[in-house]
């Protein structure tokens, strides 16, 4: 079923639903996977919006404060500048491997790949 509000585009299927957040002119995915776990008494649902570097369990409880929040979460993870250049020489065979890599491990570019490879 698809819902269309002023805020967001809800999409819903069984047990996952997915709002798409304005974020000035771009909208972008949030992902609701309804886990049936419980904590201390509090139903959790499993949260993941990758342009906000969120992926994690949230009481079902307080979702509504999380959706006042995205826009803003979104916007600073956008915000933060990349202020230094690190130039590396690979073989082409290499930089495939490493496309590969970064591709399966579900990375935006080689770049994000590699710096969460060297800082892990």
């Not at 959790?44 to 959706?67: G, I, T």
């Not at 956008?78 to 065979?93: M, T």
């Amino acid at each position: 079923m698809n819902k269309k509000t002023d805020m967001n585009t809800t999409k819903t299927t069984t047990k996952t639903t997915t709002l798409y957040i304005p974020v000035g002119v771009r909208k972008y995915p949030l992902t609701i996977t309804y886990t049936g776990e419980v904590l201390e008494g509090t139903e959790l649902v499993h949260v993941f919006c990758q342009e906000a570097r969120l992926d994690q369990d949230y009481p079902k409880e307080d979702l509504s404060l999380l959706l006042q929040d995205m826009e803003y979460l979104i916007r600073d993870e956008q915000a933060q500048k990349k202020n230094s250049v690190i130039n590396i020489r690979v073989k082409a065979k290499d930089k495939e491997l490493i496309q590969n890599y970064a591709q399966q491990g579900g990375f935006k570019s080689i770049s994000e790949y590699m710096l969460a490879r060297s800082l892990a």
